[in-house]
């Protein structure tokens, strides 16, 4: 039974024992105390119930007492850095993820600087994402390069979202344009599907070439002389399914041909910054695709000289049921603690993929890269169901810190990864309707995490216990440390229990805490989510912890996602 059911009960009990006294005295209106028998038999109810509401309360009291957790930090050990690119973002061509997401155009009257929403940037540029990966999806599997260049943009079709035109007006050099506004890098993912490798091969000639060749000469006439930078190039998306259901080992003989002859010319790039190749990776759990990731990385331990992968893509939704039909709205605990039960399901799929990629690469030389991931609901009544339209609740701010602090322990592995999709569309960051706008609760966990970003992984230890409802168990406390580039340390600690605070106290193991302070986020109820008319219901606000011979005491709101950072 829920506490909130617990407490119904008692009022319940109470309500009775009211009605029976009304129910009493209406039977009595003169005066009770001259009937002596119903008087007896009154007070014996009324010191049953007294005793019995005793009883409850005795019971719910320590349930709505914070459960008390410890916490300990190994602060003087380390572990891998938490890569700033586990943060980044997807944008698909897909319903207004990018057309009325990012790309108003420059006629719009939305504030836009050369086409793009100026609220949208500001908002980015404020959670630093670290990379946008683009054009797809299975959309990138059908994405021609050329029809988003130059004055005249061929309009084609998005069959695969919604069936509806694509202008291509939003093509290479806005996307490199809304990059550079928001200071990410590009993830660019080439058409492996129903393109050729010559096709890609000159895209990336086209963008990243400092030489006078004639496709650079275009680049120039289009507006960039300066050869671009193209950071991660995705070979293919999905290409066991939308992306061309190819078999392991035919991909895998794409993936060769594309990795040898897609190359950046970008001479910043040549050293250093080397442009990172991703190779279709695995799409879930069981032999289909255990089997997809023992193909790949099998032919990258076999490698010469003439190709190379730097990450295995990996995609997970949580969807708790596919079709997905699980609401973005109005749901209560029932569907708040299966959906994060079965994003929990992460961590195995992250270790089972992550061991097979151990057995070949022993010195982690290839990333695993979880560059689609999120939440993934039925789309909102009303939209286009290929649009893939969502709300964005608290329970998917709390999914988000799971899955952040997921990444984060598997940091030596996982160095990368991009939540579908930053607006618009699935857990989005940002939900906009022409001029409007709103932040979700995503976003602001997003926000909360920078600080982590290129952070040192510090170990930690905690049992919370385990917060149940019906058959689903949860451990009921999730946290994550980390030291940022100037030795300061911060932690994450979630309460995935809707209903009981949690008092945490943290030893720490290697420094002398003096304060720690910080923001949580949480809201009345598992579904709260912010709307353009109420933009505020879940956002942030200051929390600090009382600090007493070196050891921190946090309130943990329930059902609540909190970062402070420690001062020593
Ligand atoms: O993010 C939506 C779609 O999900 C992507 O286009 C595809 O790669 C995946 O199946």
Sequence with gaps: MSLSTQFQWALDLREQQMVFELDHKSLCPSSLKSIRPPRRASLLVRSLLVGFTFIVLTITAPMMAAQKVELSVEVSKSGAKIDRNIFGQFAEHLGHGVYGGI???????????????????????AIKVPNVRWPGGCFADEYHWRNGIGPQRVVTLN????????????????????????????????NVGSGTPQEAAEWLEYMTTAQPTTLAKERAANGHPAPYKVAFLGIGNESWDCG?????????????????????????????????????????????????????????????????????????????????????TSFGETEYSQILKATLDMEGLISRHSAIMDKYDPDKKVALVVDEWGSWYAPLPGSNPGFLVQQNSLRDAILAALNLNIFARHADRVRMANIAQMINVLQAM????????????????????????????????LDGGWYTHGDVALPRVDAIAAKDANGKL???????????????????????????????????????????????????KPVSAKVQDGRLTLKLEPKSVTVVSVEQ
Excluded: C
Aim: glycine fraction near 6%; proline fraction near 8%.
């Design 159 to 190: 069959p695969n979202w919604g069936g509806v035109t694509e202008a291509n007006t939003f093509g290479t050099h806005e996307f490199m344009d809304f990059l550079d506004q928001i200071g990410a890098e590009a993830y660019v993912s080439v």
């Design 490 to 540: 911060w932690l994450e600690i979630t309460n995935l229990d809707p209903n009981q605070p949690v008092e945490i106290e943290v030893s720490l193991f290697g420094i002398t805490a003096k304060s720690a302070a910080g923001e949580a986020l949480t809201a009345p109820k598992v579904d709260s989510v912010n709307t353009f008319e109420a933009p505020n219901t879940v956002v942030p």
């Design 430 to 461: 940002i939900i906009t309707d022409k001029e409007k706008m709103v932040l979700t609760p995503t976003y602001y966990v997003f926000k909360m995490y920078v600080p982590f970003q290129d952070a040192t992984f510090v170990p930690v230890t």
């Design 244 to 328: 061309g259901n190819m078999t392991p080992d035919y991909y895998v003989s794409q993936m060769k041909i594309y990795s040898r002859f897609v190359r950046n010319f970008n001479p910043a790039q040549q050293d250093k910054q080397q442009m990172l190749k991703i190779a279709v990776g695995p799409g879930g759990d069981g032999p289909r695709w255990t089997e997809w990731t023992e193909a790949v990385m099998k032919a990258y331990q076999q490698h010469t000289w003439s190709w190379d992968i730097n990450g295995l893509s990996m995609h997970s939704y949580t969807v708790g049921q596919w079709p997905p039909s699980y609401k973005s």
């Design 103 to 125: 790309w108003v155009g420059p006629d719009s009257t939305v504030p836009n600087t050369r086409g793009i929403r100026n609220d949208v940037v500001a908002a980015l540029k």
